[in-house]
């Protein structure tokens, strides 16, 4: 069974720094594009950042200069460096990937569970 399994959230002030990480585990041949999306109270869920098997990265025009997302393929990990935050980044994050389970198979889309971010003085 595959997993995205999210670590790392908690509350800080504004201005301060957390780092997200989110490991896949399971059957997995090879992960493919791995990202962060976030979803507040009353809101969609967003692309916050993502990054391919390449290292290409995307990033959402409100964490341009603020967040930094890298990844480990042998570790098949992503993180998301967060810093400056602001309250507007109060929200759960989710981690998101392609995965593929072997060779042969094509690419499953899969989420993690979700790791709350609270911005607050």
């Known amino acids: 069974q595959v997993q995205l399994v999210e670590s790392g959230g908690g509350l800080v002030q504004p201005g301060g720094s957390l780092r997200l990480s989110c490991a896949a585990s399971?059957?997995?041949?090879?992960?493919?594009?791995m990202g962060w999306y976030r979803q507040a109270p009353g809101k969609q869920r967003e692309l916050v950042a993502a990054i391919t098997s390449g290292g290409s990265t995307n990033y959402a025009d409100s964490v341009k200069g603020r967040f930094t997302i890298s990844r480990d393929n042998a570790k098949k990990t992503v993180y998301l460096q967060m810093n400056s935050l602001k309250p507007e980044d109060t929200a759960i994050y989710y981690c998101n990937a392609d995965l593929q389970s072997s060779w042969y198979a094509g690419l499953k889309n899969d989420w993690g569970q979700g790791t709350q971010v609270t911005v607050s003085s």
């Open positions: 399971g059957s997995i041949f090879r992960v493919h594009t």
